[in-house]
């Protein structure tokens, strides 16, 4: 199991279990969550190996913009950017007038079979810009449920 604490991927600097990811960009442009876990150097792991492990989003304030919906990817990948031979582990596009506060949503079961040195999320608003939103994404054990995970928080 890779789960620490409640596994959020979006804490910010300060490693606030509780702190919020801000996901107001651009359309079609990714952002990084701001925990980016990390097998260490010289290591790869599969993180979707072993006990199942799901990912959720819960939303802390609500979206605006993003015509198209806002796509949530739980990514390993060989850089802390998550772009050198990336793998989508897991991912979810949810409709912005889904977004709203205090829901939650869960993005699906990391799927197996990708040996990469990190793991992290990333939050792209789709069709027009995000003006407002802010989440927490965050893994949960199996036999669990999001809003378990969201719960714990």
């Known amino acids: 199991m890779i789960t620490d604490f409640n596994d959020e991927l979006t804490y910010n600097a300060s490693l606030d279990p509780t702190s ?30 072993g006990e199942c492990a799901e990912a959720y989003v819960q939303m802390r304030t609500a979206v605006a913009g993003a ?13 802390a950017g998550l772009v050198t031979n990336p793998v989508v582990l897991a991912t979810r596009t949810i409709p912005a007038a889904s977004l709203v506060l205090s829901s939650i949503h869960s993005i699906g079961r990391l ?4 040996q990469k040195r990190r793991l992290g999320c990333k939050i ?24 378990d995970g969201a719960n714990f928080l």
């Open 111 to 114: 799927a197996a079979g990708s």
């Open 67 to 79: 015509s198209g919906g806002v796509q949530f990817d739980i990514v390993a990948a060989d850089d």
């Open 124 to 147: 792209t608003p789709l069709g027009s810009n995000t003006t407002t939103g802010e989440a927490i994404v965050g893994l949960i054990p199996p036999g669990t449920r999001p809003q």
């Open 20 to 49: 919020k990811q801000s996901i107001v960009g651009n359309f079609g442009t990714a952002i990084i969550g701001g925990r980016v876990k990390d097998a260490g150097a010289g290591y790869t792991r599969d993180w979707g190996a």
